[in-house]
């Protein structure tokens, strides 16, 4: 089945508000393994809205529709979907006594009348609750065609959505979507998909489609099935076939699981504690760390070095050190991080120091280079990277950089540990 979705609203068109309803729409539509090749935004105009309804009623099975069922006169996504569908409208007892009671305990005296016409649906038409809002959603049903009218504000969507039209979306399609996210650090997009060109080449069920992140690749595999079951063993053999392509640089097949969670998780797993002493990043890696839940556990200190001074009172190195080979240096990576662990009293510490410009960059150290350096228990691995872009982006790829640092040094000390 084919689904379309219309954005309604000129605010959306003007830019004013950000249309996150559709992507949000367009993942859960994908979920359900409903087909998607258009997706529209129209500004509050009868005649343009019109045009636009009727034309995605006559080339999508489904058409879900966002905002527009307010009370005021630029509200009219019901009025026109009943007309295009040739739908009467009318009076919804249940919808009007829910309006009642809202009204009940409303801070306001008066109410205008304007507010009663969301109490009108389309003859025939399911009509959705809205606990979080007045305008009930709809579901109109007619000549082998669904518009599904939605309200536009978050938190009056994604629960009614959930709820309610998934499940009723779900009942109509005969076969599932089943999707799966492989994450991978250590690799350009093109690199990934060199080493996956036969498997992307030869692709027809399941799918595999890569995603350029910051300093990571995601590849998601995707197989159409009768059933979950089935869309799983169809998933399986090419995960497995992918982790053995890249081995430890796949940090996750959890489509929820960031580098920062994975990174917490191997901390715990192998009962290790972390700090980090940074520079050029001003802390972002410790910000990362302490988005996840729980992270208290294994994450103890974030150091922000900036200074000279800072690094060799906080951390210990030393003021010769920086004299001969400067703060951005394999020398004083490696000092940071294991300053940074002693003072932390922790297992593991990472550092950070780099040139993330515009200025302050020499033909010697270029904007974008950046030294990090990893030390656990004592073993410390130290690298190099050269970073293009802006300021912020820079940093970003150092702090995505440094958290796969950890991980893979982590996971090479255990190996050494076994052996």
């Known amino acids: 089945m084919v689904v379309e979705l219309i954005s309604v ?19 859960k539509c994908a979920l359900l393994g409903l087909d998607q090749y258009y997706q529209v935004t129209v500004g509050d105009n009868y005649g343009r809205m019109m045009e636009s309804v009727k034309r995605a009623l006559d080339r999508s099975d489904i058409v879900i529709l966002t905002g527009g069922l307010g009370p005021t006169e630029d509200d009219m996504t ?48 399911i009509v959705l609750d809205n606990p979080n809002g007045m305008a009930p959603g709809l579901i109109l049903e007619k000549n082998g065609k669904t518009a599904i009218l939605l309200p536009g504000p978050l938190n009056e969507l994604y629960p009614l959505f959930e709820g309610q039209v998934f499940p009723y979306l779900e009942r109509l399609q005969q076969s599932v979507l089943v999707s799966r996210m492989v994450k991978i650090c250590g690799y350009g997009e093109s ?7 036969d498997l992307i080449d030869g692709q027809t069920n399941p799918t595999i489609a890569t995603y350029a992140k910051t300093a990571e690749v995601h590849i998601r595999i995707t197989a159409r099935a009768a059933d979950y079951e089935e869309g799983k063993a169809l998933v399986a053999p090419v995960i497995r ?47 990362r760390m302490v988005n996840v839940s729980g992270v208290s556990d294994v994450f103890m200190q974030g150091m922000v070095t900036y200074s000279n001074e800072a690094k060799m009172r906080l951390l210990g190195v030393r003021e010769e050190t920086l004299a001969a080979y400067g703060a951005v240096s394999e020398e004083t990576a490696v000092q940071m991080a294991e300053g940074g662990a002693a003072a932390a009293g922790t297992d593991v510490c990472v550092s950070i120091t780099g040139i993330a410009g515009p200025e302050g960059g020499t033909p010697e150290k270029p904007v974008g280079l950046v030294y990090m350096a990893c030390c656990v228990k004592g073993k410390t691995v130290v690298k190099r990277y050269q970073f293009k872009g802006n300021r ?12 796969d640092l950890v991980r893979l040094c982590v996971l090479e000390y255990e190996n050494r540990s076994d052996s």
């Open 9 to 27: 609203g000129t605010e959306i068109l003007m830019g004013n508000i950000l249309n996150s309803n559709t992507q949000y729409l367009a993942e």
């Open 191 to 197: 690199q990934v998909e060199d080493k996956l060109l």
């Open 241 to 287: 076939e992918i982790k053995s392509r890249f081995g430890n640089a796949v940090y996750t097949t959890d489509e929820k699981t960031s580098l920062e969670m994975a990174v917490a998780a191997l901390l715990k797993e192998k009962q290790l504690t972390m700090a980090a002493a940074e520079s050029c990043t001003g802390g972002m890696v410790a910000a």
């Open 78 to 125: 019901k009025e026109v979907c009943a007309e295009a569908m040739e739908m009467e409208l009318v009076e919804d007892p249940h919808t009007r006594s829910q309006l009642e009671a809202f009204f009940a305990g409303n801070i306001y005296k008066e109410i205008p009348d304007n507010n009663w016409k969301m109490a009108m649906v389309p003859q025939g038409a």
């Open 392 to 403: 912020a982006k820079i940093r970003e790829q150092s702090t995505v950089k440094a958290l």
